[in-house]
């Protein structure tokens, strides 16, 4: 995967096309939700059971490949997400690529339920550089339950990233990848063992204390939460204490959710340390969206304001059962 080059015009052309045909943006959960919920399941390349590796790999185009993972959620309200990423992921390419943020970026998708009660409670793509990464993120289906407890399994999103995902950036250069979860609720309270062999196929035996599993993924990822104004959780106080205490100052709260591809850009362009917040602002001006970098510049004003991040400090962990709860 990685391979070719992304064109506007294709992406475009493809658009207009299903508009004109009648064919939804996302397809796939418009035809799975025409049939009965027992059947419902991920589309295959997004299913993580039994995947060894998601990879992120160096290629001729892309000699200086850069992961981004960008998973979301996708129960009740939170599913408008995706869709205003699949409309802006041009904007967000170019932000990156044209504006020099990175040389060469690769972008992985996913989707995050509840393992308690989803039917699909976690899907992930593949890295891609080409018009293939519009695709994928239109197959991510479109769930819209959740368990309703303030709770989803992001944790498990995150075990599949720390365990299943190899990238050269890391391995070739020792650079860190990047890993944004969308979502508006909390971790669930243990990572348990038997949702990561029925889910991703892992024989584990032990429940994980979902904390151990952000330190370890922090050690080859950039990992940052962003808490979308897309429902009532958005002011609740133990969302946002809660996640500081996991990242940190990588906990994003966006007060207008049209300005997650934005605020994505952004954040890479001040950590690559290419733009400082400022420049950052005017070359979302200058791509026409004026109006999103004023929740831009509120959800990254204060990043240097926030408390350290437990992620930071780093743990020498080789296996699931090394961050096993007792």
């Not at 419902?40 to 590796?53: Q, R």
């Not at 009660?117 to 959740?146: A, T, W, Y």
């Not at 950590?271 to 969206?289: F, K, N, P, W």
């Not at 926030?306 to 992620?311: I, M, Y």
Request: proline share 5%; glycine share 10%.
């Amino acid at each position: 995967m990685g391979h070719g080059k992304w064109d506007d015009n294709a992406y475009a052309a493809a658009k207009t096309f299903r508009a004109a045909k009648g064919i939804a943006d996302f397809g796939y959960t418009a035809s799975i939700k025409s049939a009965p919920s027992s059947s419902w399941k991920a589309a295959p390349s997004l299913d993580p059971l039994n995947v060894e590796y998601r990879e992120c790999r160096d290629s001729p185009d892309h000699a200086d490949s850069t992961p981004i993972a960008v998973l979301f959620d996708v129960t009740g309200s939170m599913g408008a997400v995706p869709r205003i990423m699949q409309g802006k992921l041009g904007k967000l390419h170019g932000l990156l690529q044209r504006k020099g943020y990175l040389a060469d970026p690769q972008l992985m998708f996913g989707g995050i339920g509840d393992a308690d009660s989803d039917r699909v409670p976690l899907q992930v793509g593949q890295f891609e550089s080409d018009n293939r990464m519009d695709e994928q993120l239109r197959d991510i289906f479109l769930e819209g339950n959740g368990g309703g407890q303030k709770s989803e399994s992001y944790e498990l999103a995150a075990y599949f990233v720390a365990r299943h995902v190899v990238t050269d950036a890391w391995q070739k250069r020792g650079r860190k990848g990047y890993l944004f979860i969308i979502g508006d609720e909390l971790n669930k309270p243990r990572l348990e063992a038997k949702h990561i062999r029925r889910i991703i196929g892992d024989d584990v035996k032990q429940d994980i204390d979902p904390v151990s599993v952000y330190r370890e993924l922090a050690l080859k990822w950039n990992v940052y939460f962003i808490l979308p104004n897309q429902s009532s959780y958005f002011n609740d106080d133990s969302i946002g204490d809660h996640w500081r205490t996991i990242l940190g100052q990588n906990f994003l709260k966006l007060d207008d959710p049209g300005a997650v591809c934005e605020l994505i850009a952004a954040t890479i362009g001040m950590e690559e340390r290419v733009v400082d917040l400022d420049q950052a602002l005017v070359d979302l001006a200058e791509i026409g969206s004026v109006a999103e970098s004023k929740a831009v510049g509120k959800a990254l004003v204060a990043v240097g304001n926030a408390a350290r991040p437990v992620v930071a400090a780093p743990l020498g962990i080789d296996g699931p059962d090394d961050v096993a709860l007792s």
